[in-house]
């Protein structure tokens, strides 16, 4: 990434920093600007829960749903994926699919700090789909700065087998300054 100085016309490539070099952290920070910014990702998308507690007791970090009603489940990692982070984001979709709309209301009003009316009317606003339409399908996207080969290839199989799963790379760059900026690029789907 480069900052340009537009005065004396040059280029100044900003160094590729990382969240735990920053002492950034991945639920306290990380997590707190896609809640706030879920359009990071690439796409509109609606929080409608943050550190879900599952059945399991596991936290699924964030959940949102996207303009077609699909739940998306978002899994972050502070710097490197690990090995296994898409299986943990299966567990968690699959638990989630089984969500009602009473239950994604619901989950969203906590989130929200609302009335389930409130909530349902929230997202009925951010739909484009009938409501019998929600949570036919879920999502999954993986965030990282970088993802290991392991879980390259295997979202590449589960894309082919059609299951909808993402992975998208945060990168933190600074400057002298020591400002800090995020770049997002979606790595998987490829663009088309």
């Known amino acids: 990434m480069y900052r340009v100085d537009v005065k004396n016309k040059q280029l100044i490539e900003l160094p590729v ?3 735990s070099d920053l002492s950034l952290k991945e639920r306290y920070d990380i997590q707190e600007w896609i809640s706030g ?3 990071i990702l690439g796409e509109e998308l609606l929080i409608i829960s943050k550190e879900l507690v599952l059945p399991s007791g596991k936290r699924l970090d964030l959940l949102a749903i996207d303009k077609k009603g699909a739940l998306a489940i978002i899994e972050l990692k502070r710097d490197d994926s690990g090995s296994s982070v898409e299986w943990q984001a299966i567990k968690y979709a699959s638990y ?9 209301y619901r989950h969203f009003a906590e989130y929200a700090k609302t009335h389930s009316d409130t909530a349902q009317a929230k997202i009925e606003e951010f739909i484009e789909c009938e409501l019998e339409n929600i949570n036919t399908s879920q999502r999954i996207l993986l965030v990282a700065k970088q993802f290991h080969s392991e879980v390259v290839s ?9 299951i909808d799963i993402s ?16 770049s997002s690029e979606v790595l998987i789907p490829l663009p088309e």
Do not use: Y
Not at 96 to 104: A, G, K, P, R
Not at 167 to 182: A, E, H, W
């Open 17 to 19: 920093a990382s969240f």
């Open 37 to 39: 910014c879920p359009k």
């Open 96 to 104: 989630c699919s089984s969500f009602h709309n009473e239950d994604i």
């Open 154 to 162: 295997a979202v590449l199989w589960l894309r082919d087998a059609e």
């Open 167 to 182: 992975c998208i790379r945060l990168t933190p760059f600074t400057d002298s300054d020591g400002s800090l900026f995020v």
